[in-house]
């Protein structure tokens, strides 16, 4: 009888490798660094080698405090100054479209995913971090994940959430693309179902029934006669909308539908809040026939609070004339803690997610001078 034949020897066990943070060189210029930080990837939900690059690049030169929840990295200085400013952006950026690595072309614009939106913003905040040690006032560096997806994970909602106090501050700017110009507060947003209803029957004897669809024209009429609010919050007018952006009926082709929902978005200025926002569009439609209203999503403004002491030297520094922002941002987080927050970012909002996302080093390197003018002046 045969033996049988040695059992194979165990294959060596796998050691997992762990790789070494990527390292980010603070001392290059706000340009310089906005290409290294392009040159990560951090697509939502892989923030991780990111954040774990700006965390121990923030800690080198021992001013700041940093602090960590998740991918989110806080740093603050402490030096008992009367007013404390937060800066605050995301690390993360919409999927890449085949823009990465970054390059740098002849004219000077810089070209790859997160250039506008907006990592270029993120580099001028680790530009202040590094190099202004004493500020004219206390500053806290906000960078956060999950900010392109589902405001659920947005890394701002979870700190303010869970640490309310490492947010604390007099005034807030959010780097968000705007053109280097300064964009106060931002509007609201809802969205809110409309259902219609009806009575189903056969389409070849239609007068059993009643159609929700048809029933959705008076809702339609009102829209297309709806005059939106303009008014003016310090100084800035803001402009609402309010319009359909869905419409959904019917069963088959020969069946009279009994159900029509009509979905709108209401773009509402800050001096409404939501529960203001959703009993207007209830009021709008109060005698269309509405059978059943029910709010699908809903976001709060932000008021620009730019009669604010710090806003007013801000204004001063950076230049330029303030315009409102239409749009939905973190500012809106801002405000909901009390604290007045202004957008202004050196990317092109109308670049941003694109493939051939942008940002001219120039204004990258005007929008540092500006803020540093702003945080070291006597």
């Given amino acids: 009888m045969e033996s049988s034949p040695p059992a194979p020897a165990p294959a060596p066990a796998l050691r997992s490798v762990s790789r070494p943070a990527?390292?980010?060189?603070?001392?290059?210029?706000?340009?310089?660094?906005?290409?290294?930080?392009?040159?990560?990837?951090?697509?939502?939900?892989?923030?991780?080698?990111l954040a774990d690059a700006v965390a121990e690049?923030?800690?080198?030169?021992?001013?700041?405090?940093?602090?960590?929840?998740?991918?989110?990295?806080?740093?603050?200085?402490?030096?008992?100054?009367?007013?404390?400013?937060?800066?605050?952006?995301?690390?993360?950026?919409?999927?890449?479209?085949?823009?990465?690595?970054?390059?740098?072309?002849?004219?000077?614009?810089?070209?790859?995913?997160?250039?506008?939106?907006?990592?270029?913003?993120?580099?001028?905040?680790?530009?202040?971090?590094?190099?202004?040690?004493?500020?004219?006032?206390?500053?806290?560096?906000v960078f956060y994940d999950n900010e392109?997806?589902?405001?659920?994970?947005?890394?701002?909602?979870?700190?303010?959430?869970?640490?309310?106090?490492?947010l604390a501050g007099d005034f807030a700017v959010v780097?968000?693309?705007?053109?280097?110009?300064?964009?106060?507060?931002?509007?609201?947003?809802?969205?809110?179902?409309?259902?219609?209803?009806?009575?189903?029957?056969h389409s070849a004897r239609s007068w059993t029934g009643e159609n929700a669809v048809h029933a959705a024209a008076p809702v339609l009429a009102r829209l297309a006669a709806y005059r939106p609010r303009r008014p003016v919050i310090d100084g800035l007018e803001y402009r609402e909308g309010l319009n359909a952006v869905r419409i959904e009926g019917g069963v088959a082709g020969n069946v009279i539908p009994d159900a029509c929902v009509v979905t709108v978005n209401y773009r509402f200025a800050p001096d409404r809040d939501e529960q203001q926002a959703a009993e207007h569009v209830r009021e709008v439609f109060a005698d269309c026939g509405v059978a059943e209203f029910t709010v699908d999503d809903s976001s709060p403004g932000a008021l620009p609070g730019l009669g604010h002491p710090a806003a007013r030297a801000f204004m001063a520094a950076v230049g330029g004339q303030p315009?409102?922002?239409?749009?939905?941002?973190?500012?809106a987080r801002f405000s909901a803690l009390g604290i007045p927050a202004v957008n202004y970012g050196p990317g092109d909002p109308n670049l941003a997610h694109k493939r051939d996302e942008r940002v001219a080093a120039a204004t990258v390197r005007h929008c540092e001078e500006r803020l540093r003018a702003w945080l070291t002046a006597p």
């Fill in 22 to 49: 990527p390292v980010l060189d603070l001392t290059a210029d706000a340009a310089a660094l906005t290409a290294q930080l392009v040159d990560i990837p951090s697509v939502s939900g892989t923030e991780e080698p």
């Fill in 57 to 141: 690049a923030l800690r080198a030169p021992g001013h700041l405090r940093v602090e960590r929840l998740g991918n989110s990295v806080v740093a603050r200085t402490s030096l008992g100054r009367p007013e404390r400013v937060v800066l605050a952006g995301h690390l993360d950026t919409v999927p890449v479209a085949g823009n990465l690595p970054s390059r740098l072309d002849a004219d000077g614009v810089l070209w790859g995913c997160g250039t506008s939106d907006m990592k270029s913003g993120v580099a001028v905040q680790l530009r202040i971090a590094a190099t202004v040690p004493e500020p004219n006032r206390d500053l806290t560096f």
């Fill in 148 to 166: 392109e997806v589902e405001a659920e994970k947005n890394g701002l909602r979870r700190l303010a959430a869970e640490r309310p106090e490492w």
């Fill in 175 to 201: 780097l968000e693309p705007s053109n280097g110009e300064v964009e106060g507060g931002c509007q609201g947003t809802l969205r809110m179902l409309l259902r219609l209803a009806g009575t189903r029957a």
């Fill in 323 to 331: 315009r409102p922002k239409y749009g939905w941002t973190d500012v």
